[in-house]
């Protein structure tokens, strides 16, 4: 008779479900009672006792991870988060390229998966601060591909810095495709880094709309330096798992949110 594993104490599950959480960017009640054997009950006081720590942000019927203030996860490990929510977002973007128009991409995990949807024949102009976006689409003949200058941060494959920022002040594009760490209401988009918050503000400058492609665990999330108000972008999209009321409260700012 198989004999079933012993029952990990409350450390060891809160561990678990960390890490999960962080692996994943959600975790779901139902999922870990099933793989931790224990009760929803269970869970939920873990749930609870990790949100208290900071580490995780409760929702209805799970939780998201938390990226503590001022600590930037790297593109790589935002790469391998919510992928599928990432590849439908960047779908929908689709629908907001110009017709033979000029766009920028911001660096970073949703926006690669926006340049890898790109679709052929559309002859756009794509500016860029993004080395792993260039390197999807040098080799493109239908895109016209303009890497912006700067200091090149590993953390983000991001050129930023006062090089690239005085380039933005003498471009005028039509659609910029930008990232953010964190979404809330009242204080709106944030980042971690102050030199990519500029960088991000000159984006926006730069553009006629501004779309901000990001997933849903972002919602709630603060990050120490805000690059634009809720009234600064025209649109966010993002995936199914965003709240009702929060997208209500964002469009009463004046941002209209899609979500997929």
């Keep these: 008779m198989t004999q079933a594993p012993p029952a990990l104490y409350a450390p060891e599950r809160q561990h678990t479900i960390l890490e999960l959480a962080r692996s994943q960017g959600r ?12 009760t929803p009950e269970t869970v939920r ?18 939780a998201l991870a938390v990226e503590r203030l001022g600590v930037e996860p790297t593109l790589e490990r935002r790469m391998e988060r919510l992928s599928e929510e990432k590849a439908r977002i960047a779908r929908r973007a689709l629908e907001e390229l110009p017709d033979d128009g000029t766009i ?27 080395v792993a976006i260039a390197a999807l689409l040098h080799e493109r003949s239908d895109v016209s591909l303009f890497l912006l200058g700067g200091r090149l941060r590993r953390r983000t494959g991001a050129a930023v810095g006062e090089w690239a920022q005085h380039a933005l002040a003498d471009l005028v594009v039509d659609v910029a495709f930008v990232g953010t760490n964190g979404v809330d209401v ?35 999330q603060l990050s120490f330096h805000r690059f634009a108000r809720p009234s600064d972008v025209d649109l966010w999209i993002t995936d199914a798992g965003l709240e009702d009321e929060t997208a ?12 997929v």
């Design 27 to 38: 975790v779901e009640v139902g999922s870990l009672a099933e793989s931790l054997q224990v």
């Design 248 to 259: 209500d409260a964002l469009d009463a700012a004046g941002v209209a949110v899609v979500r």
């Design 186 to 220: 009242v204080r709106g988009f944030t980042t971690p880094h102050e030199v990519e918050a500029a960088t991000k503000r000159a984006f926006i400058a730069a553009a006629r709309r501004t779309v901000v492609l990001a997933d849903s665990s972002k919602a709630g």
């Design 104 to 130: 920028l991409l911001d660096a970073g995990s949703t926006t690669v998966a926006l340049a890898e949807a790109l679709p052929r024949g559309r002859d756009l102009t794509v500016v860029t601060n993004s």
């Design 45 to 62: 006081r873990d749930l609870t006792a990790l949100e208290r720590r900071g580490l995780v942000r409760r929702v209805h019927g799970g």
